[in-house]
């Protein structure tokens, strides 16, 4: 204390009354200090006011608000009549945490009886790891009642499953729809973007217990998936699906197709193909009976081409359906090649050509057209393009450019050798004979009203094939049987030898195509039958009675008036023999 | 002076009290248009539910198995059908 020299000591000895004065730039300073820091905070708050605010904004909405998903389901897929082919329903997935499950004994009992299994397979899954999924896409009952059990550690999803009312017959027209229900195959492949729900999503202010009292703002609009309506109609499919699997079971075929076609909208009323799949559960389906064979596979069509070398003949003022054509002796050598009738015939007018089906009368009539007419016909009538049905995946089939034909090349080509094309095609290409000379666009899709096709034959043209395949059909011809109680029908058999490799093999394809009623034409029925090895392989044995059973059951149930008297059907005796073609 | 004062707090807790009101009445309703939403959603998925299950039991191989086998129905013979011209044929 007495070491006390400091300035202060010297102040009051001055005897100034301030025993502790500070210095003086000290409050100034500390209230400097005070400014610079109410200045800081000041700044702060105003920068997280405005400036940074976002993260701040977030964490109080999050605190008051949610945002929640809008389901969008996907459309459905619809036949003509609105009968549904595809519909989602939702069902949900069960899935556990194994580690973090509290349950009591009865409470583990309960969910093995709710989700059909012992407690012990219960048990074991829930020994396989850190996450299991209980069950998949169960209804959503079920999956309520075991929500309702509270045990911690389970938990459920929503998904969406799609179902397919109309199974196996439509399966290659419909397709499938794979996870997170993207289409896979067929139409719920190809119209995705039109099906295909996007989920939306709002902002909604929650009260305390998580429920939404207030919509804030729509961040997503939902958008539903919308219904397809398809051309197919239900009950014609199955007529069409049942008589397949009948021919192609009686004739023990490896495969079959079948089209029907609107000739007035050019709509695919039916389109049949074997083997087929069940989409409902496609476990361990063989990639094989997935194939739509009708749209996407290519054959030899035979004589089914026939009407359009003999239209090509007529169109270009050649021949007259009277013009007399000598095919004896039942053979025509080109080069080294040689053509056969399967059964000589001596001379046969061009009407009887296609009655009989004679190929080297077909040859002799396309050796004397020039190659670019008889091209361009069948080109005209859709041949070696694909017929733009709207399907993932369809084929075009094969028509070589005219420069490159050689004589043996138009002889072959005008028997339907030498060329190929898939069903659907070969359907197409004669609503040329049944609408008068127009070919008409196929579609997948339901249309309304007639739709305007593209000139291919003179309508006098068109007429006289149609009087043609009308004579085939008939006692005489290669297809008495794809006559058709009540009705007067038109067509044309086909027997194709199979390709394979690069050369023909004694395996066939036998075919049929045709429309009715003759008089004014309602339906394009194709029918195909690949391999059939049950005795007879002739189009007029194996496809022309499928054609006269599903003509006649379609033109009924359409309710299209008859117009030729029931007791029309006039057969060859039995074991009478049929003029077949190869 | 004091009254117009003495008004303006009157005309101000009423409003105040309205806006707590028809805040109130908006959530409610809310709540309710929610919970009608999520009973029509319900309506859909079952219509979606009921019509799959109509197209199932309606399937012609099904109708046509119990026309054959139960009822013992058949297709008519050719010559057993009467046509009925015009009529209701298209």
Redesign the interface.
Known sequence: MRVCASPSAVAVKRGAPAPFALPRFRSPLIFGLFVLLFGLLAGRALYLQWIDNAFLQEQGSSRYSREIEVPAHRGRIVDRAGEPLAISTPVKSIWAFPAKIEATPSQLAELARLLETSPRALAKKLDEGDFVYLAKQVPPEIANRIAALRIKGINDQNEYRRFYPGGETMSHIVGFTGDHDVGQEGMELAQQEWLGGRPGSRRVIINRRGDAVEDVEAIRAPQAGRDLALAIDTRLQYLAFRELKAAIDANKAKAGGLVILDVHSGEILALANLPTYNPNARNRVARESMRNRALTDVFEPGSTLKPFTIAAALQSGRVRPDTVIQTAPGSLTIGPNTIHDAHPNGALTVEQVIQKSSNVGAAKIALGLPPEVMWEVLSDAGFGAPPKTGFPGEVGGRLRPAKGWKPIDQATMSYGHGISVNLVQLARAYTVFATGGELKPVTLFKVSGPVSGRPVLRLETALAVRRMLEMAVQPGGTAPKAQVPGYRVAGKTGTAHKLEGRGYTNRFVSSFVGFAPASNPRLVIAVMIDEPTAGSHYGGDVAAPVFSTVTGAALRMLGVPTDSPVDNMILPPAGGEIGEET | MLRVNLLLLAVLVACGLSLVTSRHQ??TL??EL?REQTKA?GYE?EF??L??EQ??WA???RV?KIAREQLKMTLPL??R?E?V?GG???
């Open positions: 908006a959530r809310f709540v929610e959603r998925i979606g539910q019509q799959l197209s199932t399937m012609p191989a046509e050719p010559g059908v046509m011209p209701g044929a298209r």
